[in-house]
């Protein structure tokens, strides 16, 4: 049985009641071959990640494996067990992106396995590209001075030691996946292509044959995914999301595998929704900024916000202020508005 709801159909029924439920869903055959497996993230609003098992003979590749953690880790073996398949027998990693609910668990199951693990081409290490870990903190505070952060709030807006230094600890690639790149695996040939925005060297895996995709975050069936103006990162992300978003505006009749939430169909009018979104989330940048606001903080604090500007701390407030700030940096660079000072990051 299929829902529908603001022109997709859902086709992950389950998931989407887990979703709901804040349960994780269970694990699912989503195509021959092609298993989807939840994967907990501790301590953050998005809960889980979902997984995908690619499998076929003794060929075994993990996509997007989650959050490296204990309790993780055990699901995912669990999961992997009822396939009959030992965590040794893992063949492949590929990671979407280079955040630690994609690529996290990749360097604990390659140790075990000696799989290798692959990347997008343009996916590089941005955020952990520091010499060290106490001065580049230093520097992201200094930065959120800049974007207007009240002092008591910017150790909380910057990233600290410790973050960073997990972020060094993500796996290197032993692979590059680049735009049309075709990963043979579990019978499929995967087309890869480059959707730079949520980070600049995002990739989604396309089933043409079998009319499928593995679109990682760079669409999800309710949310909008965050793109950020981030540390040495695109200088202009939202331009390279909005065109990531146009290239795929068409293949509604493909099923959509997300990293989060639930499958569905209609990723072409799941995309325009969420270029839509964006038009109108500058519009509203944009009115704060001609009404005078004059710092990536101010600007921030005056738009709406699913659960409140009171409410975002940590992690959210960071986001918050990293999305807003790509807001501002497009309206700049097409010409609408000057923009504030102290904006643009790190080359």
Known sequence: MRAETAGITITGTAQREAWHSKVLPPVELVAAGVHSVPVVFP???MRYTLSYVLLDGDECVVVDPGFDSDEGHGQLIAALASLDVGPREITGI???????????????????????IALGNNERRHISAFEDAHEESALDQTRMRAWGVPEERVPEAAMTPESLLDMRR????????????ILSVAGRNWRIMDTPGHTPGHICLWDDAGELVLS???????????????????????????????????NDHYEVCPAHEYRFRGVGHRARVLEEH??????EVL??????????????RQLTWSRGWASLGQLQFRLALSETAAHIRYLATSGIHPGVPGLVAAP
Request: net charge negative.
């Open 216 to 250: 990682g975050d760079h669409v999800l069936p309710r949310i909008s995914p965050n793109v950020s103006l981030e540390i040495r990162g695109d200088t202009d992300p939202l331009r390279r999301n909005i065109e990531s978003l146009q290239k795929i505006a068409g």
């Open 278 to 283: 964006i038009t109108e989330r500058s519009r």
């Open 94 to 116: 590929v990671a979407t992106h280079f955040h630690t609910d994609h690529l996290g668990m990749a360097a604990r199951l390659a140790s075990g396995s000696g799989a290798w």
């Open 287 to 300: 009115a704060v900024l001609s009404a005078g606001a004059s710092t990536v903080h101010d600007v921030a």
């Open 170 to 181: 993500l796996a290197d690639p032993d692979r590059r996946l680049g735009d049309n790149d």
């Open 43 to 45: 301590g953050n609003p």
